[in-house]
C-alpha cells in the first residue's frame, strides 16, 4: 500500500514571519501520530525558518524550483546541491512555471535530472490546458509530459507525480473525482512502461486543483490517487490539517491515530 501524501504549495505568498506562524499552527493542529506524509513548500527565503519551526515533527519540507546547473554564473537562481541539506522534496514542472517563467519540457527534463542527481525527491508536475481537455487530448498531453520530463532518466527511486489539469488551479472547479482516476491509471501505465510494474506500483500519484476541506474525499476516495498537493488551502492551516484527517481517515478507516508511526 502506498502512504498518502498531502503537500502544500505555498506559491509566491507568506512573508518569513507568516510561514512560520503559518507551519506553527498546522504542527499544533496535526499533533498526534498520522500516517499521511505531510509536505509542506514554502518560498526559498522561508526553508530555513521553516525548518527550524518543523523541529521534532514528521512534517516535511519541499522546495517549489530549482535550476539544473550545480553552481555558477545564474543570477537569482537556487541549485539542488544548495537544496538538499535544507529539505527533501522539490516541485518540479509546476504550470505556472511553465507558463510564466518558459518551463519547457526539456527544461523540466534536466531540472528532474539534476534534482535526483542530487538526491532531492521531485514532485513532477503534468496536467492539460483547458482547450486540450475539451479536446479530448488529456491522456496525450500528460502521458507526453511525464515520458519527456523522465527521458534518459534512472528513476528507480521514489517519484511523486502530481496530476494538476490547468483550468482546476486557482479556479474553484476543481476535476471530477472519477475523472482524475481515470488519468491517474493512465499515468501510472506510462510509469509500468518506462520503469516497470513494481515502480509503477510503488509510486505516488497526487491530484491537485482547487482542492479543499470540502472536497478532498472525493478524490481521495478514488483508487488511483493517493494524496493532493494543495495550493491556495494549504496556506490556511485549519483547511490544510482537515484535508490531512480527512485523507487518513480514508486511507485507515478502522486505525485510529495511536500507532508511533510518525512521531511527532
Ligand atoms: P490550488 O489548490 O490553489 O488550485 O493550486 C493547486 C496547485 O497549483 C498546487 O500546486
Redesign the pocket.
Known amino acids: 500500500m502506498r502512504l498518502p501524501m498531502i503537500a502544500g504549495?505555498w506559491k509566491m505568498n507568506t512573508t518569513v514571519s507568516e510561514a512560520v506562524e503559518l507551519v506553527s499552527q498546522v504542527r499544533k493542529g496535526l499533533s498526534g501520530a498520522y500516517d499521511v506524509e505531510v509536505v509542506v513548500c514554502p518560498p526559498f527565503v522561508s526553508l530555513v525558518p521553516v525548518k527550524e519551526a518543523l523541529k521534532g515533527t514528521s512534517i516535511k519540507l519541499g522546495a517549489q524550483n530549482i535550476y539544473f546547473e550545480e553552481k555558477g554564473a545564474y543570477t537569482g537562481e537556487i541549485s539542488p546541491v544548495m537544496l538538499v541539506s535544507l529539505c527533501e522534496h522539490v516541485i518540479i514542472g509546476?504550470s505556472e512555471r511553465r507558463q510564466y517563467f518558459g518551463d519547457s519540457n526539456d527544461v523540466v527534463n534536466k531540472k528532474m535530472g539534476a534534482a535526483l542527481e542530487a538526491g532531492l525527491k521531485p514532485i513532477l508536475c503534468v496536467g492539460e490546458k483547458l482547450e486540450e481537455n475539451e479536446a479530448g487530448k488529456t491522456n496525450d498531453i500528460v502521458t507526453g509530459q511525464l515520458r519527456s520530463a523522465l527521458a534518459g532518466l534512472d528513476c528507480s527511486g521514489e517519484l511523486v507525480v502530481a496530476y494538476?489539469p490547468i483550468w482546476?488551479?486557482?479556479t474553484g472547479r476543481a476535476a471530477h473525482g472519477k475523472q482524475v482516476n481515470d488519468t491517474i491509471r493512465i499515468i501510472r501505465s506510462t510509469l509500468a512502461e518506462l520503469y516497470g510494474q513494481q515502480m509503477a506500483d510503488e509510486a505516488r500519484v497526487l491530484y491537485?486543483?482547487?482542492?479543499t476541506a470540502d472536497n478532498i474525499a472525493e478524490f481521495m476516495e478514488q483508487s488511483e490517487i493517493d494524496g493532493a498537493?494543495?495550493?491556495?488551502?494549504s496556506l490556511k492551516a485549519d483547511q490544510f490539517t482537515n484535508i490531512i484527517r480527512q485523507t487518513e481517515e480514508i486511507f485507515f478507516p478502522n486505525n485510529p491515530p495511536t500507532k508511533d508511526l510518525i512521531p511527532w
Open positions: 504549495n509546476h494538476e482546476a488551479i486557482g491537485g486543483g482547487s482542492v498537493l494543495v495550493g491556495g488551502a
